[in-house]
């Protein structure tokens, strides 16, 4: 089981850019597909992007595709979200997750995902 924490949420303006960060700690952090996933208030919560632990290989939803790149460094047991050309419709609370067991792959499904981090609020309002 892994203990997510998001940090790097802020107020940005259209157009402006941003990373957000997951901090993962416990154990065998290589061995975890990650997901991102936002909520904006009154809609459900969106798979956005995941990257696969066997890899690198990375999967992105089409409101976010060409915007958006995940990576992920091993070694910092830490997932990153860059966040390009911001628009106000990607204004939400950003979650970070994992599944706790090894998956082969990635998902932008919620429910493939077993343990996720209190989330950080990404606002884009000019």
């Known amino acids: 089981q892994l203990q997510l924490a998001e940090s790097g949420g802020d107020l940005v303006q259209p157009g402006g850019s941003l990373r957000i960060s997951c901090k993962a700690s416990?154990?065998?952090?290589?061995?975890?597909?990650i997901g991102w996933f936002r909520q904006a208030p009154g809609k459900k919560r969106e798979g956005i992007s995941c990257?696969?632990?066997?890899?690198?290989?990375?999967m992105y939803a089409d409101s976010v595709k060409g915007r958006f790149t995940i990576s992920r460094d091993n070694a910092k047991s830490m997932v990153y979200l860059q966040m390009d050309r911001l628009e106000p419709d990607d204004t939400a609370v950003y979650y970070c997750a994992a599944p706790q067991v090894r998956r082969t792959g990635c998902l932008l499904t919620t429910g493939w995902y077993d343990d996720w981090g209190q989330g950080t609020q990404v606002t884009v309002s000019s």
């Open positions: 990257i696969s632990a066997e890899d690198g290989s990375t």
């Open positions: 416990g154990f065998a952090f290589d061995y975890y597909t």
